[in-house]
Structures are given as C-alpha cells and as structure tokens.
C-alpha cells in the first residue's frame, strides 16, 4: 500500500493502519520497553524485565506484542530469545509526543506560576466582549435573546 498524498484525505485502510499502531503505542509498558532497548543493541526478555522493574511474563507479553507489529526484531541465541529495534520510526513519533508534551507542560507551569510575593495571581487574559459568556449562552444571564 503506497502512501497518501499529503493533499488527498487518508483512505480508510491506511487510517486503520495507522490508528492500529497508535493503539499498539498507547501503552506505557511498551514504551519504556522501546526506550530500554534504544539504549541497547538487544537484549532479553529478562535483561528487559529486570531493567523496568517488570515481570518476566509482562514483559515478554508486550514484547509479542511490539513484535507482531514488526516494531522489534528478535532472534534466538542458544534458550534466550533476543529483542532489537526494527523500526525506528517509532522514536520519531516518541520524540514528536514527548516535545508536544514538554511545551504543554512549560505552558501550563507559566500558568500558575506564582508572584514574586507568592501569591497565585492568574494570567491576564484578554476578553472579547462579543463572545463573553452571557452572549455565548442566553441561559447565563438569565434570558433569551
């Protein structure tokens, strides 16, 4: 399946694709498992485990998982089986969330940062008179308009 054209709506199969890898990455356990093994050529199942404080048998579970999606490659070496990255793609994603996340986080801190004098003082916020709440919603004021 080739990939849309950025000015051509998404096919459905192809939304589906993508929407299944966003499903396989919105687990927290296989994140850090791609995270583990970016620091590292390979490593097993239990190297894995040990090194996020996990179960053997959960992490091995998400590994399967990373694997059907072709995120992982492994291989076997003598009774170990062997996990790698397969596809790198997936730290770009990461890389692109974790700076979304960041700037969201300065955002919000710059919020509630507090005064000097350590009282909390909100933000001016700047207010249109047209979409003040009681023209938005006649309900507010009381009245129909």
């Known amino acids: 399946m ?5 000015d051509q709506p998404i096919p ?6 993508v929407g299944q890898r966003f499903a396989v990455l919105a687990e927290p356990m296989r994140i850090r498992l791609l995270d583990a ?17 996990a179960g053997h ?4 579970k998400h590994l399967n998982v990373l694997y059907a999606e072709r995120m992982v490659a492994r291989r076997k070496e ?8 397969s596809d790198p793609s997936v730290f770009r994603l990461c890389e692109e969330v974790c700076g979304g996340i ?7 801190e710059a919020l509630v940062e507090p ?7 909100p933000p001016a916020i700047e207010q249109d008179r047209a979409a003040t709440p009681s023209r938005l919603n006649p309900a507010l004021t009381g009245g129909e308009r």
């Open 37 to 53: 093994l970016r620091h590292r050529e390979e490593a097993s199942v239990g190297q894995l485990a040990g090194a996020l404080g």
């Open 2 to 6: 080739d990939l849309p054209d950025h």
């Open 78 to 85: 003598g009774t170990s089986v062997l996990y790698s990255i």
């Open 57 to 60: 048998a959960n992490a091995s």
């Open 115 to 121: 005064a000097a004098d350590g009282a909390f003082r």
């Open 12 to 17: 459905p199969e192809f939304a589906e694709l």
């Open 102 to 108: 960041q700037r969201s986080l300065r955002e919000l």
